[in-house]
């Protein structure tokens, strides 16, 4: 804890990060010892008179102990007209803060380090805590994020976003619910409402048992901005193999 806490510090001290990508997801505080996972993201984003960009990224994650989920995965992107082109290297790590289901809400915590195919973008560093608790028949999860580069050309300041989603846990194979995803600008000074990314809308869950440890999960999302400064609408996908 205390080699986090120094470096959301540094985050906050130092003197602007990229926005989220239609292919980010929402992370959760759950973690699995032992479990290994192969993990596809694809997504793609369209303004009103502006390009359709798209991304996605394949990775491989393993449960390293019962607190500690790691992965490393490859990241592409594609804007309308171009080809598909690697874009970054990842690598994401999950930390457990409390057993899941003994208090009223999981806590956990999220860094990623990223290694742009662009050296002048120097690393990018994401970072936060992730909160998740159920009531009832519903799942909601909310996650605080700060973002930045390090070492790069452009000047850098650190950017606050949020994650957020409610899950209705159904009785069936297929859950429904909401996401929503968004940035404010620098965390120490929002941008004016107007020039912030808010986008949210209608998404569904699910789950097939493949026998023994493997399973595939998927969750997809169509998302809509509420902003100007967000695209118009975004289609995110994730599908999960667990083995």
Known sequence: MKRIRTLVLSLLALPAAALAGPADYVFTPNVEYGEREIDFKIGT?????????????IGFGYGINER???????????????????????????????????????????????????RAEGYEVRLGPLFQTDWDRWRLNFN????????????????????????????????????????????????????QNHRLGPALFGKV??????????????????????????LRAQVEYEF
């Open 45 to 57: 984003a369209k303004s009103k008179g502006e390009e359709r960009f798209s991304a996605a990224s």
């Open 68 to 118: 500690w989920f790691t992965e490393i995965y490859a990241k592409y992107e594609k804007e309308s007209g171009s080809s598909t082109r690697f874009d970054a290297f990842e690598w994401e790590n999950r930390f457990a803060l409390t057993e899941q289901g003994r208090f009223p809400f999981d806590a956990g915590f999220v860094i990623e380090l990223e290694r742009p195919r662009d």
């Open 144 to 195: 605080v994020l700060l973002e930045r580069h390090f070492r790069s050309e452009e000047e850098s300041h650190t950017e606050l976003g949020y994650q957020w989603q409610v899950r209705y846990l159904a009785a069936g194979k297929v859950d429904f619910g909401v996401q929503g995803f968004g940035e404010v600008g620098k965390w120490n000074h929002w941008n004016r409402t107007s020039e």
């Open 209 to 234: 048992n493949l026998g023994g440890r493997n399973v595939i999960k998927y969750n997809a999302a169509v998302l809509f901005g509420v902003t100007s400064a967000a695209p118009d609408h975004t």
